[in-house]
């Protein structure tokens, strides 16, 4: 189980998740902590955007602390 959280919503997101990539898409070898881990990346380093979520290596690694320090700011109408 997802022992870190306690939202049951996304622990089932996940769980399907892993099974989608898992069957559907024929990766048998991506395990669910793979696929949770992956999620606690992009929560963690994605940028918001209007459209969704971004993930930039370089940008990602300009918030050098395990609690956030910095703001990413966007210009509307720019993306």
Request: a negative charge; aromatic letters at 8%; hydrophobic letters at 40%.
């Amino acid at each position: 189980m997802f022992s870190r959280i306690e939202d049951k919503e996304l622990e089932n997101s996940l769980e399907q998740t892993h099974k989608f990539i898992k069957i559907l898409a024929k990766m048998d070898y991506v395990e669910e902590k793979d696929v949770k881990w992956a999620f606690g990346v992009l929560q963690t380093n994605s940028i918001g955007l209007p459209t969704g979520r971004a993930l930039y290596p370089i940008v990602s690694i300009m918030n050098h602390s395990c609690a956030p320090n910095m703001t990413a700011l966007t210009i509307p109408g720019t993306v």
